[in-house]
């Protein structure tokens, strides 16, 4: 792949699009990424075209001729796309920096074509105050490499009982409200947190699981049988999927399932979103494309809550993604360092590590025919985006330019340690994959581009 | 074990069964069938080491008993655990059960195997005999002796010696009731 | 006799998954030659002289861990028991850190019992020697199926069979939390026995039929009917008055196995516990103490001489021929 990047040149513009308007970006910073396949999900759009970027923003999409001064990135035989939104990550900082924090974090996100990230607000201290989103802001700011849009915690230090400070967080810029790690277990704080977040229709994201009901360590099933690990059941989750969805038809609040696992909570799912209530939902890649069977061997790296389950809910979940009745990719990004991970399978912390993952073993989703390349996108891009009203995950002309541009086609190995997030809990470490971000750009700037391993 | 390449006959089935009926003779003749001071027959007994010496003491102890007219004690012995070449050779995979129901103190034992090589087998069986009782005597019967001694060892009594290279394995083969013993070249 | 070359070539024995037929059999061919060991008055043979073996207990036990000490001790090894309480994992060092601390003194094989499932699979991916494992969690306990096997395949002449095909076993109690169950289902599977779990259905694993080859039941009474062994589980204390168990009471009038059960089984039938057993509890005591029936003490024997094999295949498997 020849890159042209740093070329100069003089380009004369039109965007046949828009009627063949000139457009002469003269003293401006211009970016053309040229013979790519862009794929706007947002608008439907699916071909063969140019992206001009003018001081950071989306200035034109179409067939292109120029004699601007502008930088060229030749796209031929790349999937242009927006910029991917991850709407479930968590970056450790503030308190387990050691684990990943948000200069890293976020570079895992550009490498893996990620340039908006909700981060959950299980930090040390939790981000349930002000002064925390404040300084998560602040960091992001200084170290930060792409977007990192907080979330703020439902209830206080995520203990369930008090309700935070949803008005004030969410002018300050929290984008959703979760208590991601732990459920809101009791029904009468989850009935106030639906009742008083739709006073300013904040969304609220679950980790649904019944704290009762999950006393294992992994799926209950053949495969706990075998292992002798205490199992968590399906029921764990679609119990709370079940009343919860009971409280939004009462509340009318906007709910949002996190990472959502189990057959029964997808028909769950399906039925609320059939009754027209504002209910959605995600799914992670290593539940929609692993099973139980991953811990065999007791590897930890397979280990997350929810659990990875049955065949029967993967392949639930596949049918919910094709059907449009999970709307969003998410990772459920998790970094947790060896020594948390390296130890006895029960005691070992949950989850993986997931944003450097995340495109190619979606792209296993279109190879293997569940949803056509667009839609899958746009689980990872516009749909997340609408959620959380951010103005992202589209190359609408006007709009930021967040860009990946991906081979689809490049087959690679995963491989754990090249990567760029702290931690190395990958579920994926030595899967072959097909799917290759290229080159990654916030606003225009280039935040990753692939060396070449 | 490595490929075994034709085997060269050395004693056949009626042969091997000749050589032990004479040894049975000859000991007869030169031990039990003589007043001895030291041990009466009663004293005797007849122990084989697993597996083909126990073939071997079998067969003798059945033609001893016949020439005394009195029932000897047999025991058998498997030597896999007394063994030095556990970490070069590796398990046993298929060990022989010991059977020694006699009380051996103040016996005169007559070990009997098939083939001696290295003496280490014999060294092996000296320990494990020790550790069921004190024999007042032990004396040493093998069918073929055929060299390359590496301990001090020797034989009270031999059917057959044979001068065999390094790269040569001597071996009682055992096919139901046609036990003949062979020379086979190892590749 | 067989005669075939190296059929033990495991470094770890970490549970009976995965054991072949013969592999079992080179086990109890090998336990059974060792059992005249321990008739002896000499009980010792120089075999695994020079050998170190660490029995390292993070659970409290005392039959198994004296089993493989003797086992240890009269293969002529060095046996170095370390339990817990003096371990340093108490000091907040890591399990693998212990671990490989004792690797650097280069035992030769490493005992190990553990509370939880799938440690010792967990430590052999990460060290160099060998382990035996001696239970973990509620995953496996190799030795015990083992011993178990060799027991009831010493009853088989008894029962009137020549092989464990169409042999049936029951094992009945708490099925969930016991790996003694999980080791002979496996075991017991592969020689071609047929495995019943009988049991409370709050302590049976979630779809065993599946994830073992067994048939479930719920009554006992329907469990024991024409079994040729009668395997009963020890029922730990903490499982009373709780979610799983409202009492002792109950569970001895439902799950208890006395004489009047047992004449449901095969009039030969053999009974088995893995101890420590509570008497009146899960098995009466005059079903214990029943010398037509009762074989506990013959699996004790039996135990010794299966660890002896254990340790001496072990020993010499580093060895490629």
Redesign the interface.
């Known amino acids: 792949m020849a890159w042209r990047c740093g070329w100069r040149c003089y380009i004369y513009c039109v965007d046949l699009e828009y009627g063949g308007k000139m457009y002469n970006p003269s003293l401006t910073e211009s970016i053309l990424i040229r013979g790519g396949r862009v794929i706007d999900p947002a608008h439907g759009r699916d071909e063969t075209a140019d992206v001009l970027i003018v001081d950071g923003v989306i200035q034109a999409v179409g067939r292109l001729e120029f004699t601007a001064q502008c930088r060229v990135i030749e796209a031929e035989g790349l999937v242009v796309a927006p910029g991917l939104v991850d709407m479930h990550v968590h970056l450790r900082e503030p308190g387990q920096e050691y684990k990943e924090d948000i200069a890293s974090g976020t570079r895992a996100a550009a490498a893996g074509g990620v340039t908006s990230v909700a981060c959950m607000p299980n930090t040390q201290p939790v981000a349930d105050d002000l002064s925390v989103i404040g300084y998560i802001q602040e960091r992001a700011r200084q170290s930060g490499v792409v977007r990192v849009f907080p979330v703020g915690a439902i209830t206080k230090g995520l203990q369930g009982q008090v309700l935070t400070e949803m008005g004030l967080l969410q002018r300050a810029g929290c984008v959703a409200f979760s208590d991601d790690g732990r459920p809101v277990s009791d029904s009468g704080v989850m009935r106030k947190a639906l009742e008083y977040s739709r006073m300013f229709s904040a969304l609220l994201i679950q980790h649904a699981e019944e704290p009762s009901l999950s006393g294992g360590c992994m799926h209950e099933g053949i495969v706990s049988s075998r292992l002798g690990l205490p199992g968590i059941p399906s029921e764990s989750e679609s119990v709370m999927v079940d009343r919860d969805i009971r409280l939004v038809a009462l509340t009318g609040g906007r709910y949002h399932v996190a990472h959502l696992s189990t057959r029964q909570a997808v028909v769950a799912v399906e039925q609320a979103r059939r009754q027209g209530l504002p209910v959605s939902c995600e799914v992670t890649p290593h539940h929609f494309s692993l099973t139980d069977e991953a811990v065999i061997g007791y590897d930890t790296d397979a280990k997350m809550s929810p659990p990875l389950r049955s065949t029967t809910d993967r392949q639930a979940l596949l049918d919910g993604l094709a059907q449009g009745v999970i709307t969003v990719i998410a990772t459920d990004h998790a970094p947790h360092d060896e020594e948390n991970k390296r130890v006895e399978f029960c005691r070992a912390a949950n989850g993986v590590i997931g944003l450097e993952t995340l495109l190619p073993v979606s792209l296993e989703l279109v190879r293997d025919g569940v949803m056509s390349l667009s839609a899958c996108l746009a689980a990872m891009s516009c749909h997340p985006a609408r959620l959380l009203g951010i103005p992202h995950g589209t190359l609408e002309v006007g709009r930021a330019a967040d860009v990946v541009l991906f081979d689809p086609e490049e087959s690679w190995i995963v491989d754990a340690r090249q990567m760029q997030s702290k931690s190395k809990n990958s579920c994926f470490h030595g899967r072959r994959v097909k799917g290759r971000v290229k080159q990654t750009l916030v606003a225009g700037r280039v935040v990753y581009t692939d060396e070449g391993r | 074990m490595s490929v075994a390449f034709a085997d060269e006959l050395l004693l056949t089935s009626s042969e091997t069964l000749a050589l032990i009926d004479a040894l049975a003779a000859r000991l007869h003749a030169d031990r039990l069938g003589l007043p001895d001071p030291q041990a009466r027959v009663g004293d005797w007994v007849v122990i084989g080491i697993r597996r083909g010496g126990a073939l071997v003491a079998e067969r003798l102890w059945d033609r001893l008993c016949e020439r005394v007219q009195e029932k000897i004690p047999i025991g058998f012995l498997d030597i896999t655990f007394y063994r030095d070449d556990l970490d070069t050779i590796g398990p046993n995979p298929v060990v022989g059960e010991t059977d020694l129901r006699m009380d051996i103190d103040h016996k005169h034992i007559l070990l009997v195997d098939d083939v001696l090589f290295t003496g280490r087998t014999i060294r092996a069986a000296m320990n494990a005999l020790f550790d069921y009782g004190r024999p007042e005597r032990v004396e040493l019967l093998v069918l073929v002796d055929r060299g390359g001694r590496q301990l001090p060892i020797q034989p009270d009594h031999v059917g057959l010696v044979v001068q065999a290279g390094m790269g040569e394995c001597i071996k009682l083969v055992d096919k139901g009731e046609n036990v003949q013993v062979v020379r086979r070249k190892l590749g | ?8 070539t495991r470094k770890h024995l970490l549970g009976m ?1 995965g054991l072949s037929k013969e592999e079992i059999a ?1 086990l109890l ?2 336990a ?3 059992r ?2 321990n008739r ?3 009980k ?5 002289r020079g050998k170190t073996i660490i029995n390292l207990f993070f659970e409290n036990s005392t039959r198994t861990r004296t089993s493989f000490e003797l086992a240890g001790k009269r ?1 002529s090894a060095d046996v170095i028991n370390m339990s817990v309480a003096s371990s340093s994992v108490q000091k907040g060092e ?3 850190d212990t671990l490989a601390n004792l690797q650097a003194m280069n035992p030769d094989v490493v005992v190990m019992r ?1 509370p ?4 010792l ?2 430590l052999a ?2 060290l160099n020697t060998a382990l035996v494992n001696a239970g ?5 306990h190799p030795t015990q199926g083992l011993l178990d096997i060799l027991t009831i395949q010493d009853h088989l002449p008894l029962l009137e069979r020549d092989s464990f095909s169409g042999l049936v076993v029951a094992i009945c109690g708490d099925v969930l939390h016991s ?1 003694v169950a ?1 080791s002979n289902a496996l075991g017991l599977k592969s020689l071609g026995a047929e495995v019943r779990f009988v049991g409370p259905s709050t302590l049976m ?4 039929e ?3 080859g067994v048939t479930v039941h719920h009554r006992l009474e329907e469990g024991l009917a024409g079994a040729h062994v009668v395997m009963m589980l020890r029922l730990q204390n903490e499982r009373m008055n709780s979610p799983y168990l409202p009492s002792v009471r109950e569970y001895a009038e439902f799950w208890g196995l006395t004489r009047n059960r047992l004449r449901l089984a095969d009039p030969k039938a053999i009974v088995m516990h893995p101890g420590p057993i509570n008497r009146g509890v899960e098995i009466s005591s005059e079903v214990v103490d029943d010398p037509d029936r009762s074989v506990i003490l013959e699996q004790v024997a039996n135990g010794l001489a299966v660890r002896m094999a254990v340790l ?2 072990l ?7």
């Open positions: 006799m067989r005669t075939a070359g190296n059929l033990w998954a080179t061919d090998t059974v030659s060792l005249e060991v002896r008055e000499i010792k043979v120089p075999t695994l293969m890591t399990l693998l553990h939880e499932s799938g440690v699979q967990f991916n990460h973990d969690g509620r995953h496996e790996r999980r694993p979630n779809q065993a599946e994830a073992f001496y295949l020993c010499g498997s580093g060895v490629r021929r």
